[in-house]
């Protein structure tokens, strides 16, 4: 299995909802990724974790808050969000020494309305 | 602070031509530097990636020249298709273990005319 699958696909919420995506994959890889991609722009990274914790947090914004349950699993928090965060949210994984090789999942695209 | 620049912005090349993107770096520390290649709606993959000790890396179709005193690395996408119409990404990888840093170029939309 060398896929990263995130859902879902499309969400659409109002500034007052709280809501999760989630991603996953089995490829053993123990570093994963949130990303936030805008139209026409290269991917933004917001999250890092290594071996299930926290390593980098991009300055992002407390309404966004990520939590890796085990080395398999993703997710990502949603609470307060403003129209300025719609977004394609990716996430990505890589194998320990190799992080220039980033497996992206397709993305979960946010509007926030 | 853009560390990589990638150059043009958009491309339109017709089918069986040659797609030519360039990027630059300013940073000696970076030890990869990987092409990404986007579709619509869907995430960035990894196309080709070479490391700054190599001058040239060929998959296929795809080929990266690299030139370490220019500071410059260019993808070539030979006998272009139309199916390689998707937005492509220069990177530079720099760092280790958790704090493994990709910076990637603003991209560039090409367009394969059939």
């Given amino acids: 299995d060398t896929e990263v699958t995130q859902t879902p696909k499309h969400l659409v919420m109002g500034m007052t909802n709280k809501k999760s995506l989630k991603c996953e994959q089995h490829m053993g890889h123990r570093a994963m990724y949130w990303y936030k991609q805008k139209a026409k722009k290269p991917p933004e990274l917001m999250f890092v974790y290594s071996y299930e914790k926290l390593s980098i947090n991009e300055s992002v914004p407390s309404r966004f808050s990520p939590e890796c349950p085990n080395s398999s699993l993703l997710n990502l928090h949603l609470h307060a969000l403003q129209p300025e965060d719609s977004a394609l949210y990716l996430c990505a994984s890589s194998r320990p020494g190799q992080g220039f090789r980033r497996f992206f999942g397709p993305g979960t695209r946010l509007t926030v309305l | 602070q853009q560390q990589v620049k990638q150059s043009p912005q958009s491309l339109i090349v017709q089918k069986g031509g040659i797609s030519i993107i360039n990027c630059a770096y300013e940073n000696t520390a970076f030890d990869y530097f990987p092409w990404y290649q986007q579709f619509p709606g869907k ?51 720099s760092g280790g273990g958790s704090n493994y840093k990709l910076t990637f170029g603003k991209g560039t939309l090409l367009t394969v005319n059939p």
Wanted: aromatic content about 10%; hydrophobic content about 35%; glycine content about 6%.
């Fill in chain 2, 43 to 93: 995430g960035p993959a990894l196309l080709i990636a070479i490391r700054p000790d190599v001058s040239e890396k060929k998959e296929g179709r795809f080929t990266i020249s690299f030139n370490k005193s220019a500071k410059q690395f260019s993808l070539h996408i030979m006998d272009s298709q139309p199916g390689d119409s998707a937005t492509y990404f220069c990177a530079a990888s």
